[in-house]
């Protein structure tokens, strides 16, 4: 396919506060997202990946001022950490977005005053809570007790009293016209329980929102009145436009608008399943077409705190385990959706258990056995066995059964699929026993090693978006040419009589040091 004929798909990960630095949390939304985008330029399609981070606000103002630093100096610094958090972890966007760049602050100027001319923002007056760490206003009935009496955000985050003038957009016209969105696009916001959480607070009723604030400077300031300044979930939600082009719709990368799929934590579903919908069917633009919440790491049974001091560096992570297992381990521990706990113990597990042994046996055991049976030399294919068959027809199953749990963001099921051939493959190992074959029937020995390189070929091209690094190694030691590992590619045999490199151990088994 050329690039124009190509299906286009938009991805975005959340942009990320440059209040303090990058976490394992962080480092896994952009894996995640990492996958998808992968899996889908597997399959052919012309892939706009995004990711950034988000610096206007209170609490970075805040966070700046702590470190002694003005805000953009500071901004500047944390920033460059994100995109080298997001360079350690192999995390191929397209762009990286900074919403002090002059091309988002023009978005975000344009965007308001489309909402002002379509009537959507008034100036009032705002009294109420709020969360800096959130950045977030609550209701009186939404706050709950803290341990000392004190009122808190339902997050946990402390919040002030405010009282200044403020702009407001009309969010409580709205409610109606998100319900009808959300009944005629029910794949909007998934999974179901967050679905129904939006669904809930859209029905229980919307009040205008508060979206500028008078009382701190570092922000995008309101056109027409510079004493307002945007407030930061506006400015920091318009990024997703400007990176696409917004306002200039004869920007080449306008064809992307709306995205495809905004990948989100599940605390930030209401911004970007309620507040962000509204916004754009005010401004008259279309609407992206999935928002997907996926749940939230602890550490070793405890949430992930400064206070803990349990913070886990997924650079240092990489470091010591290496980016595939670190990246496998995140994707396949925890259904993706939910909550899990990060552990030591289970990652260590998992690259032992199903890298080590599970995969990395079957190719050790296979490729050497052709390098040193076979002169490193490719067999050709040879009369079908049943068992034969029924392995290759579960490997060729595989790209279908794939295609649609990526559809549903469903890693950790897609990664099972996978998993189900391998161990098949290490069952037909065993039976077929091709080292015994050697002394007994060279030619069956040869057919055997054969299946099992068109196995090993199936697997590797379909978990590169996992791990890029170790399956590339894969597919060099199975001699496939860079240009033909795409999902197409699969339909095409290998040539018999390639040869193959030595082939060198891909997953070390780990041993912990004492
Ligand atoms: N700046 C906003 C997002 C604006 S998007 C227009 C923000 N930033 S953040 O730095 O707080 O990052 C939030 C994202 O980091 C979450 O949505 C989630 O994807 C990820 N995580 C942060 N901590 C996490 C865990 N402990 N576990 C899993 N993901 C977590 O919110």
Redesign the pocket.
Known sequence: MTETTKSSFYLT?????V?GAP????A??SIAADVLARWQRLDGRDVFFLTG??EHGQKVEKAAQEAGIDPQGFSDQVSASFRAMADAMGVSYDDFIRTTEPRHKAACAELWRRLVSSGQIYLGHYEGWYAVRD?AFYGEDELVAGPDGSRLAPSGAPVEWVREPSYFFRLSQWQDRLLAFYEANPDFISPTARRNEVLSFVRGGLNDLSVSRTTFRWGVPVPGDPAHIMY??LD??T??LSAAGFPDEAAPRWRYWPADL???????VR??AVYWPAFLMAAGLAVPHRVYS?????VEGE??SKSVGNVVDPVALVGEFGLDAVRFFLLREVPFGN?GDFSRRALIGRMNGELANDLGNLAQRSLSLINKNLDGVLPARGPMTAPDSVLLAAVEALPELLRARFARCAFHEALEEVWKVIRAANAYIDHQAPWALRKTDTVRMGEVLRVLADVLRGVATLLQPFMPGAMGRMLDQLGVPETARGLDDLRAPLPAGTMLPAPAGIFPRYVEKA
């Open positions: 990960t959340p942009i990320y506060y209040n976490h394992i949390g962080h896994y939304t981070t988000d950045e930061v979930w920091a939600l990024n997703y905004h990948l989100v934590g599940k605390e930030i911004f970007h996926h749940g939230w790491w602890t949430k992930m909550d």
